[in-house]
């Protein structure tokens, strides 16, 4: 009888024996580098999506007409007083001067005057989620009445800082709202699909098909133009998400469709059905997590593109119109050539899309090469 | 580890004149993966003579380092192994020996020797050859690359090496695509190949284990024709040690990396000397042709599968482009019985339709004609491909399956524990407390440790995850145990383990078994009756015994002479026609 309890002794690696697969998922995803630095930097500028109001050194629709297009600001740290010196966030009071033979305005500092800035500091009261009142903002001038302008101002005096912060959470809401959309019409498709095969699969895939061959943007610029002009923005903003994820999920039910075709075929869904699986436990309980890991990087990987779709509508002013704050509504403000000669810094928005974008698509490569170990 | 120290002696030879024979000299070889403590040695210390006109044959089970010490010769250790000591001397015709181990993997002086000199078949030969260049030309193109002759005389020659590897019509044949051709015409042309450039040495990674017995015969039997003609020193990778016993004249046994044992094949056979290779040979030998068997002795009970002209035909493929093609019958009129308590053996050759049918009984597939009655335990009759979907699962709870790929066979998402208890959990037998408890008897049973439960598949070898996979079948108290290819994915020493364990497991369960297997000698081992298949038709149906001593059917007679038997002193596979 040695022979029946030879298999009796298993390797000790036990971390890795109890691992389940999403573990194993993560512990090849922390070796990813620069996928794990990407995850850091989107958890960041989620959680700043999240914290608008108090992040926000000023109310971003605050407007004031002696800052037109005041240009960024450098920040000091190291103050020479009288008494020695002082380690403290300022900036410089400036005023406004005009040249004398073109009259044009622009802004010299003062380097006598000193704009004191400080951490958890009282300035526009504002309400958190639009539940809580609160004034104290996280970073901002010590004195209520001071301004200053890290990133510079628009055209109607507005700080910029505040209103990119305030943009990120239309942004980057509107990618995960799409996405979620997305996701629900690409597994129900796919999975449709790739379980039934046969007819219904043919007319699926022909539709996407014909989804896919359509030119995006003008489609967009179409439906995003028959929207009524009176809607109120949220409205709005819920129907531009829609908009965009009516393509976004194709490419996603193909994602599902693929895995759902490989994952039938499998001995061990198979095995499943013998040992007398409904098709819904089959689906749910035994394709459905083998498929998880995939449809995560998928996901991740969209958000980025309903980012970049939302900004290129509201860029083109059929998305969210202004006084909505996105990035893509910021950078329309950034349309004509004179505007950015005169305050270049209206285009650093799109400097935030592109860190979003680039953040999201390190880490949606991250996890797919986590998630498929054996795809290179 | 399994190392026993000093390393074994070079088999001695008696003619000392022979030494000029010498082509390959191995001394010390190491190649690893990984740096530092971390490194994994694929071969450690390795160390053989290669001569001229011989064959050394390389054994041991998966991971034993075989691959590596073969593709280490010729710098082919794929990244990021590399060679970190030892050293290969290969002495050249009329030069200077060269040390193969110095020689960068990348220069021109090992790829003169590549190919030229020391050429290699490899096991899968689909993947070997480029699917879009055409055969005549992929021989061929050995010889101009290294500037032995131009193409036209290159494209002779290789008409010439097609004949020579006995391919019927090989003018027409090199004009072939290498989809076009059989398992055994590829590795043929393999072979031709290799030859091309009329190379000293012949390293041969395993190129039957992906053919059927007979076609295996067949290129064993060619191999050795080339290398009386030609006089070449042949190293032959394999795990199987029928193979060694047919072909080898010398024998280095590889266990983890390491040499375990170095020794001519009659002396190797005759006194093994390490306890890895005494186990391999036990093994092998349980599994032969001449063994004891171990299958249960058993009055027959009543039939309980009745299988009628059992036919699955796929229908003709239509195409726009391509004239259609007729329809292909995977098994056609197929007529057995199961009696209670019977193990019976269904055996054939790749594509004979053996898996199809298996896959009928139990209604994966739908068989297109033909009726499988099987009588339940409270003797109820039920038409098990008639009735509906739905209705089987009664039938599914005392017919149960074990599937060839044991790695395939479990959701790598749901632990042991999981994995087990989802048929009894779905059949609404057991909950809770219960079910773990129920669970681990069944774990017990097939003899995985207590802790396997919460851990997931991947924490196992092969033979624990085939352990699994069965307690799962189990699990429901079957009748009926239909085994697709169980042991054939496992190395050679688990595969009698795993028999074994059925075989215990029989008389306490009740159970009768339907095993599917392309090897005679498991067949043997295990089966009371036998069902030989050849494309998807019954060849005959009988007692083991009967079957094995007194084959009446050709197929059959040819079948059992292809099988290697694991004795070097009857070696009847290479005098064959």
């Given at each position: 009888?040695s022979?029946?309890?030879a298999?009796?002794?298993?390797?000790?690696?036990?971390r890795?024996?109890?691992?389940?697969e999403?573990?194993?998922?993560?512990?090849?995803?922390?070796?990813?580098?620069?996928a794990?630095?990407?995850?850091?930097?989107?958890?960041?500028?989620?959680?700043?999506?999240?914290l608008?109001?108090p992040?926000?050194?000023?109310?971003?629709?605050?407007?004031?007409?002696r800052?037109?297009y005041?240009p960024?600001?450098?920040?000091?740290l190291?103050?020479?007083?009288?008494?020695?010196?002082?380690i403290?966030?300022?900036v410089?009071?400036?005023?406004?001067?005009?040249?004398?033979?073109?009259?044009?305005?622009?802004?010299?500092?003062?380097?006598s005057?000193?704009?004191?800035l400080?951490f958890f500091?009282?300035?526009d009261?504002?309400?958190?989620?639009?539940?809580?009142?609160?004034n104290i903002h996280?970073f901002g001038?010590?004195?209520?009445?001071?301004?200053?302008?890290l990133?510079g101002?628009?055209?109607?005096?507005?700080d910029?800082?505040?209103?990119?912060?305030?943009g990120?959470?239309?942004?980057?809401?509107?990618?995960?709202?799409g996405?979620?959309c997305?996701?629900?019409?690409?597994?129900?498709?796919?999975?449709?699909?790739?379980?039934l095969?046969g007819?219904?699969d043919?007319?699926?895939?022909?539709?996407i098909?014909?989804i896919?061959?359509?030119?995006?943007i003008?489609?967009?610029l179409?439906?995003?133009?028959?929207?009524?002009?009176?809607?109120?923005p949220v409205?709005t903003?819920?129907?531009i998400?829609?908009?965009?994820?009516?393509?976004?999920?194709?490419?996603l039910?193909?994602?599902?469709?693929?895995?759902f075709?490989a994952?039938?075929?499998?001995?061990?869904?198979?095995?499943?059905?013998?040992?007398?699986?409904g098709?819904g436990?089959?689906?749910?309980?035994?394709?459905?997590p083998?498929?998880?890991?995939h449809?995560i990087?998928?996901?991740t990987?969209?958000?980025?593109?309903?980012?970049?779709?939302e900004?290129?509508?509201?860029?083109?002013?059929l998305g969210?119109?202004?006084?909505a704050?996105?990035?893509?509504?910021?950078?329309s403000?950034?349309?004509?050539?004179?505007?950015i000669?005169t305050?270049p810094w209206?285009?650093?928005?799109g400097?935030?899309?592109?860190?979003?974008v680039?953040a999201?698509?390190?880490l949606?490569?991250g996890?797919r090469?986590?998630?498929d170990?054996?795809?290179? | 580890?399994?190392?026993?120290?000093p390393r074994?002696?070079a088999?001695?030879?008696?003619?000392p004149?022979?030494?000029?024979?010498v082509?390959?000299?191995?001394?010390?070889?190491?190649t690893?993966?990984?740096?530092?403590?971390?490194?994994?040695?694929?071969?450690?210390?390795?160390?053989?003579?290669l001569r001229?006109?011989?064959?050394?044959?390389i054994?041991g089970?998966?991971g034993?380092?075989?691959?590596m010490t073969a593709r280490?010769?010729?710098q082919?250790v794929?990244h990021?192994?590399?060679?970190?000591?030892?050293?290969m001397l290969?002495?050249?015709?009329?030069?200077a020996?060269?040390d193969l181990?110095?020689l960068?993997?990348?220069?021109?002086?090992?790829?003169?020797?590549?190919?030229?000199?020391?050429?290699?078949?490899?096991?899968?030969?689909?993947?070997s050859l480029?699917p879009?260049?055409?055969?005549?030309w992929?021989i061929?193109?050995?010889l101009?690359a290294?500037?032995m002759?131009?193409?036209?005389t290159?494209?002779?020659?290789?008409?010439d090496?097609?004949?020579?590897v006995?391919i019927?019509?090989?003018?027409?044949?090199?004009?072939r695509?290498?989809?076009?051709?059989?398992?055994?015409?590829?590795?043929?042309?393999?072979?031709a190949?290799?030859?091309?450039?009329?190379?000293?040495?012949l390293?041969?990674d395993?190129?039957?284990?992906?053919?059927?017995v007979?076609?295996?015969?067949?290129i064993?039997?060619?191999?050795?024709?080339?290398?009386?003609?030609?006089?070449?020193?042949?190293?032959?990778?394999?795990h199987d040690?029928?193979?060694?016993a047919?072909?080898?004249?010398?024998?280095?046994?590889?266990?983890r990396?390491e040499?375990?044992?170095?020794?001519e094949?009659?002396?190797l056979?005759?006194?093994?000397?390490?306890?890895?290779t005494?186990?391999?040979?036990?093994a092998?030998r349980?599994?032969?042709?001449a063994?004891?068997?171990a299958r249960?002795a058993?009055?027959?009970?009543p039939?309980?599968?009745?299988v009628?002209d059992?036919?699955?035909?796929?229908p003709?493929q239509r195409?726009?482009?391509?004239?259609?093609?007729?329809?292909?019958?995977?098994?056609?009129?197929?007529s057995?019985?199961?009696?209670?308590?019977?193990?019976l053996?269904?055996?054939?050759e790749?594509?004979s339709?053996k898996?199809t049918l298996?896959?009928?009984?139990?209604?994966?597939?739908?068989?297109?004609?033909g009726?499988?009655?099987?009588?339940m335990r409270?003797?109820?009759?039920?038409?098990v491909?008639?009735?509906?979907?739905k209705?089987l699962?009664?039938?599914h709870r005392e017919?149960?399956?074990?599937?060839?790929?044991?790695?395939a066979?479990?959701?790598?998402?749901m632990?042991?524990?999981?994995?087990v208890?989802?048929?009894?959990?779905m059949?609404?037998?057991?909950?809770?407390a219960?079910?773990?408890?129920r669970?681990?008897?069944l774990?017990?049973?097939?003899?995985?440790?207590?802790?396997?439960g919460?851990?997931?598949?991947?924490a196992?070898?092969?033979?624990?995850r085939?352990?699994?996979?069965i307690?799962?079948a189990?699990?429901?108290?079957?009748?009926?145990?239909i085994?697709?290819?169980?042991?054939?994915?496992l190395?050679?020493?688990?595969?009698g383990q795993?028999l074994?364990?059925?075989?215990?497991?029989q008389?306490?369960l009740?159970l009768s078994?339907i095993?599917?297997?392309?090897d005679?000698?498991?067949?043997?081992?295990?089966?009371?009756?036998?069902?030989?298949?050849?494309?998807?038709?019954?060849?005959e149906v009988?007692?083991?015994?009967?079957?094995c001593?007194?084959?009446?059917?050709p197929?059959?007679?040819?079948?059992?002479?292809?099988?290697?038997?694991?004795?070097?002193?009857?070696?009847a596979?290479?005098?064959?026609?």
């Amino acid at each position: 009888m040695s022979d029946i309890t030879a298999g009796a002794t298993l390797p000790q690696t036990s971390r890795y024996a109890t691992a389940s697969e999403a573990r194993l998922m993560w512990l090849r995803f922390r070796r990813h580098r620069l996928a794990f630095a990407a995850l850091i930097v989107t958890i960041l500028i989620y959680l700043v999506a999240l914290l608008v109001e108090p992040l926000a050194p000023f109310n971003p629709d605050k407007s004031n007409g002696r800052y037109v297009y005041h240009p960024p600001q450098r920040l000091h740290l190291i103050d020479h007083t009288a008494n020695g010196i002082r380690i403290h966030p300022y900036v410089f009071g400036e005023h406004l001067a005009r040249d004398p033979v073109t009259l044009a305005a622009h802004y010299v500092p003062d380097p006598s005057q000193h704009v004191a800035l400080g951490f958890f500091v009282r300035g526009d009261p504002y309400r958190l989620w639009n539940l809580f009142p609160g004034n104290i903002h996280f970073f901002g001038p010590v004195n209520p009445r001071d301004t200053v302008f890290l990133l510079g101002a628009d055209r109607l005096g507005r700080d910029m800082l505040s209103r990119i912060i305030a943009g990120a959470r239309v942004s980057l809401s509107i990618g995960l709202v799409g996405v979620g959309c997305s996701l629900i019409l690409g597994i129900f498709f796919g999975g449709l699909s790739g379980y039934l095969g046969g007819r219904v699969d043919w007319f699926i895939q022909r539709v996407i098909e014909f989804i896919l061959s359509l030119p995006t943007i003008p489609v967009w610029l179409a439906l995003a133009a028959a929207l009524p002009k009176d809607w109120s923005p949220v409205a709005t903003y819920f129907t531009i998400t829609l908009i965009i994820s009516l393509v976004g999920w194709t490419e996603l039910a193909r994602v599902v469709r693929g895995r759902f075709l490989a994952l039938r075929s499998e001995t061990f869904v198979t095995a499943a059905w013998l040992d007398g699986c409904g098709q819904g436990r089959i689906i749910f309980r035994h394709m459905l997590p083998s498929l998880a890991s995939h449809i995560i990087a998928s996901v991740t990987l969209a958000i980025p593109m309903m980012i970049l779709a939302e900004t290129s509508l509201s860029f083109l002013g059929l998305g969210l119109q202004p006084p909505a704050i996105s990035w893509g509504a910021l950078l329309s403000e950034a349309q004509n050539v004179t505007s950015i000669a005169t305050a270049p810094w209206l285009l650093l928005p799109g400097v935030a899309v592109a860190i979003t974008v680039l953040a999201l698509n390190f880490l949606g490569d991250g996890l797919r090469d986590a998630a498929d170990p054996h795809a290179h | 580890m399994l190392i026993s120290k000093p390393r074994p002696a070079a088999p001695m030879r008696a003619d000392p004149a022979a030494e000029g024979d010498v082509l390959l000299s191995v001394r010390g070889l190491s190649t690893q993966f990984g740096h530092g403590p971390a490194a994994l040695r694929a071969a450690n210390d390795v160390s053989f003579t290669l001569r001229r006109g011989r064959t050394l044959c390389i054994v041991g089970e998966s991971g034993s380092g075989k691959s590596m010490t073969a593709r280490s010769i010729l710098q082919i250790v794929p990244h990021p192994g590399r060679i970190v000591a030892g050293e290969m001397l290969y002495y050249p015709q009329d030069a200077a020996p060269v040390d193969l181990a110095r020689l960068p993997p990348h220069g021109k002086r090992i790829r003169a020797i590549r190919g030229r000199e020391i050429a290699m078949v490899f096991q899968e030969p689909m993947t070997s050859l480029s699917p879009i260049h055409r055969i005549g030309w992929q021989i061929a193109e050995g010889l101009v690359a290294h500037g032995m002759a131009d193409r036209r005389t290159a494209m002779a020659r290789a008409i010439d090496l097609l004949r020579q590897v006995e391919i019927p019509n090989p003018a027409e044949a090199a004009g072939r695509f290498p989809f076009e051709f059989s398992g055994g015409m590829r590795q043929r042309a393999m072979i031709a190949m290799a030859l091309a450039c009329g190379p000293r040495i012949l390293i041969a990674d395993e190129p039957t284990t992906a053919l059927d017995v007979t076609t295996q015969a067949e290129i064993l039997r060619l191999i050795r024709k080339l290398q009386e003609e030609e006089g070449l020193g042949v190293l032959f990778i394999t795990h199987d040690m029928g193979v060694v016993a047919q072909i080898a004249d010398d024998v280095l046994v590889m266990y983890r990396g390491e040499v375990v044992e170095y020794a001519e094949v009659q002396q190797l056979f005759a006194n093994p000397q390490h306890s890895y290779t005494q186990r391999l040979l036990e093994a092998s030998r349980k599994l032969g042709m001449a063994a004891p068997p171990a299958r249960p002795a058993i009055t027959p009970g009543p039939p309980m599968l009745r299988v009628r002209d059992v036919t699955l035909t796929y229908p003709a493929q239509r195409s726009f482009f391509a004239r259609p093609k007729p329809p292909t019958h995977a098994v056609r009129g197929v007529s057995f019985d199961l009696f209670e308590g019977e193990n019976l053996g269904i055996v054939g050759e790749s594509g004979s339709g053996k898996t199809t049918l298996g896959n009928c009984l139990i209604r994966v597939l739908q068989p297109s004609a033909g009726q499988v009655q099987y009588t339940m335990r409270d003797g109820q009759v039920v038409d098990v491909d008639g009735m509906h979907r739905k209705a089987l699962r009664p039938v599914h709870r005392e017919m149960r399956m074990v599937f060839q790929d044991p790695f395939a066979s479990l959701n790598p998402r749901m632990t042991v524990e999981q994995v087990v208890g989802e048929p009894i959990l779905m059949h609404g037998l057991l909950a809770g407390a219960a079910l773990r408890q129920r669970v681990r008897e069944l774990l017990a049973s097939v003899g995985l440790p207590e802790d396997a439960g919460p851990r997931y598949p991947h924490a196992f070898s092969g033979g624990q995850r085939q352990r699994i996979v069965i307690a799962r079948a189990l699990a429901l108290d079957p009748r009926l145990i239909i085994a697709d290819e169980a042991t054939s994915a496992l190395d050679v020493t688990l595969r009698g383990q795993i028999l074994d364990l059925l075989l215990a497991l029989q008389p306490k369960l009740g159970l009768s078994f339907i095993l599917i297997s392309h090897d005679l000698g498991v067949i043997r081992y295990f089966c009371n009756r036998v069902v030989v298949m050849y494309r998807g038709e019954i060849v005959e149906v009988g007692d083991t015994d009967k079957i094995c001593d007194h084959p009446t059917q050709p197929y059959t007679q040819a079948l059992l002479r292809a099988v290697p038997e694991a004795d070097p002193a009857r070696r009847a596979l290479l005098a064959q026609p």
